[in-house]
């Protein structure tokens, strides 16, 4: 089972890994993040945090502006947000603000997750304008999320 789910997202998977290699090419935390809506690549980010200096540009969020700078807004309750790594919960909030229904990561963040931490943004019905939370499936290309972890992890130890 756990198989058939991960070769359904597996392709759109493979695309974030390939944005995560250049986030820690860069010296950012591994996480590439994509939009997809009807089988399209509507957005794409980038982990650059540590890089710019600005904490928000987190891959999430930057595939969620480059949606909207593409013309997606309106689509977006009805896209697929993929990500290497589980989103946190400042990015849950971006996600349950502009209602994204499914979300499809690699590996869980457990203290900070938006979805496995102390903090469930993505799965709270306690704030009822965000509606229904959203469908999440983690554990997508694990091993490969991990390596590139490890390298960064690696990376932090050097600095």
């Not at 996600?95 to 869980?108: F, K, L, N, Q, W």
Request: net charge negative; proline share 7%; hydrophobic share 35%.
């Amino acid at each position: 089972m756990k198989e058939a789910v991960e070769d359904k997202y597996r392709n759109y998977m493979l695309q974030c890994l390939s944005l995560a290699r250049i986030a820690l090419e860069a010296g950012n935390p591994p996480v590439g993040a994509l939009i997809v809506h009807e089988g399209k690549v509507i957005g794409k980010g980038i982990e650059s945090g540590r890089s710019t200096g600005d904490i928000t540009n987190h891959a999430e969020i930057l595939a969620v502006r480059d949606a909207i700078a593409n013309g997606y807004r309106d689509v977006l309750p009805q896209a697929c947000m993929y990500t290497t790594h589980e989103p946190c919960i400042t990015c849950a909030y971006l996600i349950r603000h502009h209602r994204i229904p499914d979300i499809v990561y690699g590996i869980a963040v457990p203290t900070l997750g938006g979805a496995t931490s102390q903090f469930p943004v993505l799965s709270t019905t306690e704030v009822p304008q965000w509606g229904n939370p959203p469908r999440v499936t983690g554990d997508v290309c694990p091993e490969e999320c991990h390596v590139l972890n490890e390298a960064f992890q690696r990376l932090l130890k050097k600095s």
